[in-house]
């Protein structure tokens, strides 16, 4: 699957009023929603620059020279609640940058059902499932070490106890505790506790073989050591759409609250006049129902467009 992000059209809401996230023109992204829409990882987090979660992959197909051109955005500034302008390089508006890092499936072993019995086919004890692998698993590691040395030389069966007066029953389990002969270690190397030592981030988390030290393989982790999302710089915001021609920028709730509020729809934002008065005025009991309506609007506003929130409807 590709990786890219195409500007959206941001229709507007058939509500009264709601937050300016609404007139957002492009995606956002964690690192967790990234990988679910594209099939892979975000860039590693660059923590000198500021949280971007959203690009636009369309402005760096239309550029020639992306690190000099520039495109211009639309965006809602929220504490001066205005919509401003915002210039960056057609580099920048490609790129993402989300905080964290990145999470793998947990390594599991499956139980088995292999047990060591005495001569008398008595239950002595069980068996680490953690050391047995299938032979496909044994030689794959063997291909993998081989590309990075001489030194890995050849898959074989450790001793199975399959004989002798204490014996494996292995029951259905098709696992067996395979190694690796390599030059130089005082054992051959278990291919199940390889692998365990590889997965230890979850499987598929980056890191290598370094065949360099020591008397046998070390995986090294590349998973950043700190997994820290904060940063006090703003993240760069999200770009945004023009106000429709039935839009307005209501600031509310003592400058605490804003929201766009359609003038065509009446609102607690936007009253009906009352008869005989010139403007509108509020009615005493609609002023004691602000919090309630705004409430309830917020909340289907969060449904209508498919985003996260806490609040509940209020009746």
């Given at each position: ?99 964290g890092v990145d999470t793998w499936p947990k390594y599991t ?207």
């Amino acid at each position: 699957m590709s990786v890219e992000s195409h500007r959206k059209t941001a229709p507007q809401p058939d509500l009264p009023y709601y937050p300016p996230t609404a007139l957002r023109i492009y995606d956002d992204y964690t690192r967790e929603s990234y990988f679910a829409k594209f099939g892979e990882r975000a860039p590693a987090w660059d923590k000198e620059k500021r949280i971007k979660r959203w690009f636009d992959t369309d402005a760096l197909a239309a550029s020639t020279s992306p690190d000099t051109d520039t495109v211009t955005y639309k965006i809602f500034r929220f504490g001066s609640n205005t919509i401003e302008t915002m210039i960056m390089t057609v580099r920048e508006a490609a790129a993402i940058n989300l905080p964290g890092v990145d999470t793998w499936p947990k390594y599991t072993i499956a139980p088995t059902d292999a047990r060591m019995v005495d001569g008398t086919g008595h239950v002595i004890s069980e068996v680490r499932p953690e050391f047995y692998t299938i032979r496909q698993q044994a030689d794959a590691l063997l291909a993998e070490l081989q590309a990075l040395t001489d030194k890995a030389k050849a898959v074989q069966l450790s001793l199975d106890f399959t004989s002798g007066p204490f014996q494996i029953r292995y029951g259905s389990d098709p696992r067996r505790p395979w190694e690796i002969t390599y030059e130089g270690a005082s054992y051959p190397l278990n291919v199940g506790s390889m692998i365990l030592q590889k997965n230890a981030h979850g499987v598929g988390a980056p890191g290598h073989w370094d065949v360099t030290t020591g008397q046998q393989p070390i995986w090294v982790t590349e998973v950043p050591a700190n997994s820290s999302t904060y940063d006090n710089r703003p993240e760069v915001d999200v770009p945004i759409r023009a106000l429709l021609p039935n839009e307005k920028i209501s600031v509310t709730m003592m400058g605490m609250d804003v929201n766009i509020t359609r003038t065509d729809k009446t609102s607690p934002y936007n009253p009906a006049p009352q008869a005989g008065q010139g403007g509108a005025v509020l009615d005493p009991a609609v002023v004691q129902a602000i919090v309630r309506m705004d409430n309830n609007v917020k909340w289907l506003a969060a449904n209508e467009l498919g985003v996260a929130t806490s609040l509940k409807p209020q009746f």
